[in-house]
């Protein structure tokens, strides 16, 4: 598991090319396995797969074969059911091949997803409604922190954290991310949008920016109501529980165009000290 987990921080060839294999002739690869002994992974982050891409990568099997073997691991039914490259699998069973070339693992379940989710974020594979479900299911059922996600899968803690929020939409904006027709950026301008369905169409209707998509979905002040300060984007306030979380300290970021400021709140000279010896690195 160590090695595994050290190969994720380096990328999904670092763990190709150092995982060992484990004990047995079902674990010693690459080699050739029939392609209807493979199953998919019921934990496989993505869900949507192009047709069209599908049936050009099965002409380009037929030509010239599957070049990059897919990875997997034995399943307790003597099949083997696939940690990454599901795609390459559905092409060749639409061109008709009868051996896929397969590297066989010993995975757990979390280590079988975090390696799917590397996959396809390196990749670009994912929605980013796919890579948030992808980050939950290795909170919920592996108790990950957003830490640990991190870590694991090269992102940030404010990148992860800002995905997990994507997931509070509601189903219908969800599914015009996944397809495509909004982007994770002019989504989270949604979030917490009492009529957010609606405001999902005009955006993908109008075919606004995020600037203009947040002032649509600014809340307008009430008629003889003081105007509200703007509340902050996503980002900052993701920052601003990342930073709060570090330092144990209140932690206020505002921006004003390029730059701004950055307040840290304290409550006694010690925490003042602790913080100048933070700064300081004594």
């Known amino acids: 598991m160590a090695e595994a987990r050290r190969g994720l921080g380096r990328g999904l060839s670092a763990l190709l090319g150092e995982a060992a294999p484990a004990d047995g002739d079902r674990t010693a690869g690459p080699s050739q396995v029939p392609v209807d002994s493979v199953t998919p992974n019921p934990l496989q982050p993505r869900r949507r797969f ?62 079988s997803v975090e390696i799917a989710i590397v996959e396809n974020v390196q990749r670009a594979d994912l929605s980013a409604i796919e890579e948030a479900e992808g980050y939950r299911s290795l909170a919920e059922r592996f108790g990950r922190t957003q830490a640990q996600i991190a870590a694991t899968v090269g992102k940030s803690r404010v990148h992860v954290a800002n995905a997990l929020r994507l997931l509070q939409l509601p189903e219908p904006v969800q599914v015009m991310v996944r397809e495509g027709a909004l982007t994770a950026g002019h989504a989270r301008t949604l979030i917490g949008a009492a009529n957010a369905e609606r405001l999902a169409g005009d955006i993908a209707r109008r075919g606004l920016s995020v600037r203009q998509a947040e002032a649509l979905a600014r809340p307008s002040p009430s008629r003889g109501a003081s105007r509200r300060p703007r509340g902050k984007d996503a980002d900052t306030a993701a920052l601003e529980a ?24 304290y409550e006694s000279l010690e925490q003042l000290d602790e913080v100048c010896r933070r700064l300081s690195r004594r």
Do not use: C, H, N
Request: net charge negative.
């Open 50 to 111: 192009d047709a069209a891409e599908l049936e050009q990568l099965a002409q380009s099997i037929r030509e010239k074969g599957v070049l990059q073997p897919i990875l997997v691991r034995p399943a307790p039914d003597g099949r083997y059911e696939i940690v990454a490259g599901e795609r390459r699998w559905r092409a060749a069973q639409a061109a008709g091949v009868r051996m896929i070339p397969a590297l066989v693992r010993s995975l757990s379940d979390a280590e």
């Open 242 to 265: 990342d930073l709060t979380e570090a330092l144990g300290l209140k932690v206020e970021v505002r921006g004003a165009g390029e730059g701004g400021e950055v307040r840290i709140s």
